[in-house]
């Protein structure tokens, strides 16, 4: 007993349950054994009570515990409103042992477990073991899938900005808070091919000055429209004169800040 409550406690961690029964005697019962390994635990008196609940914690409920007759709203209306609004909310249904016709209809709705009315303890608890392991599983997979989605979309940002590199017909790069380039177009790179630092030494001399310890790039992009016009600069050993013009960008597999610098010859 105390290594499967154990177990349980591990697998209903951030895991949310709504109970519903009417009856006080057994609802007391049953939230005294639930409690020994889940916290987040929402209770309601009948069906109608319930679904209020479910509909302000939808996001938040993954399986739902309740009996089947109960005033106002008897369960399985309950929960036939609830798999409409969630289809993949997990459910317990508690019956009497004589309920075949309600059984059915449990079923059809989707209800995974029952349990059968006086509900014992071992019974519960095994239930509960092999529901929660299915919670669990199901949100491990979820985790699996979004880490995906999220490798993908990364990968789409970065392309994404590689391209509309190249498709900026002036100079151009994507460079971090110390002036780190992240990306660049070929102007840039042809322009600027002796050395990649030079450019931002000279920027940050002409903006901020020789002993200046504020950053250029927050100077300019608190201008309006982040723009500084005629800067001159070394382009390829020759002084040229500049507007340039920079702004803040996002790129997800970057904590710092980013930024994409745009030069245009006068």
């Given at each position: 007993m105390l290594e499967q409550l154990k177990e349980l406690k591990e697998l209903a961690q ?132 979004q880490k995906s989605i999220n490798e993908r979309l990364i990968h789409a940002v970065n ?54 310890l504020s950053s250029w790039k927050e100077i300019v992009t608190t201008l309006q429209d ?41």
């Amino acid at each position: 007993m105390l290594e499967q409550l154990k177990e349980l406690k591990e697998l209903a961690q951030g895991t949310e349950i709504l109970y519903v029964e009417d009856n006080e005697d057994a609802r007391n019962a049953t939230i005294k054994i639930l409690k020994k390994f889940i916290q987040n635990i929402r209770v309601a008196q009948n069906g109608e009570e319930g679904l209020n609940i479910f509909k302000a914690r939808a996001q938040y409920i993954d399986l739902v515990l309740t009996d089947i007759s109960m005033p106002i709203m008897n369960g399985l209306d309950m929960l036939r409103i609830m798999k409409e609004m969630k289809p993949e909310l997990h459910s317990i249904v508690i019956s009497a042992h004589n309920d075949t016709r309600n059984l059915v209809s449990a079923i059809d709705i989707g209800v995974e477990h029952f349990l059968i009315k006086p509900i014992e303890p071992e019974k519960m608890l095994h239930t509960f073991l092999k529901i929660l392991t299915r919670i669990q599983n199901s949100k491990e997979l979820k985790l699996l899938q979004q880490k995906s989605i999220n490798e993908r979309l990364i990968h789409a940002v970065n392309v994404s900005h590689k391209t509309i590199l190249k498709n900026i017909p002036f100079i151009a790069a994507i460079i971090d808070i110390t002036d780190t380039i992240i990306a660049s177009n070929e102007l840039f790179n042809y322009s600027f091919s002796i050395d990649k630092t030079t450019i931002f030494n000279e920027i940050q001399t002409l903006i901020v000055g020789e002993d200046g310890l504020s950053s250029w790039k927050e100077i300019v992009t608190t201008l309006q429209d982040g723009l500084m016009e005629d800067l001159e600069l070394t382009c390829l050993l020759e002084k040229q004169i500049f507007n340039l013009y920079i702004n803040k960008v996002f790129l997800q597999d970057h904590e710092s800040e980013n930024y994409l610098l745009i030069l245009t010859e006068k």
